[in-house]
Nanobody, 114 residues
Framework: QVQQVESGGGLVQAGGSLRLSCEAS????????MAWSRQVPGAELELVAR???????YYAESVKGRFMIFRDNDKNTVDLQMHSLKPEDTAQYYC????????WGPGTQVTVST
């Protein structure tokens, strides 16, 4: 079964850190670009970070210098380390292949308080 499971979200104060993790199964993980995206109610899905199959990374301007994306091809995981969190980072966070090719999971909620 092809799926991914996100975890690691929670409530954190502004300036704090969180690490999100995503474990994918049912795909040849190491061959895929992977990405973390986020969405707030009423808004479009926003690409936050992408890690290519060859390890190169891309970050949205809004998170550059604060977030880092990692992958472990042995464990089929892709993590998003988030530092210096801001209230505007509050969203539901999702991982998927890039472009999206797996059914979207429930994601994990990140809430940053002032």
């Amino acid at each position: 079964q092809v799926q991914q499971v996100e975890s690691g979200g929670g409530l954190v104060q502004a300036g704090g850190s969180l690490r999100l993790s995503c474990e994918a199964s049912g795909i040849a993980f190491s061959y895929y670009d992977m990405a973390w995206s986020r969405q707030v109610p009423g808004a479009e899905l926003e690409l936050v970070a992408r890690i290519y199959a060859d390890g190169r990374t891309y970050y949205a301007e809004s998170v550059k210098g604060r977030f880092m994306i990692f992958r472990d091809n042995d464990k089929n995981t892709v993590d998003l380390q988030m530092h210096s969190l801001k209230p505007e980072d509050t969203a539901q966070y999702y991982c998927n292949t890039f472009p999206p090719g797996i059914s979207w999971g429930p994601g994990t909620q990140v809430t940053v308080s002032t």
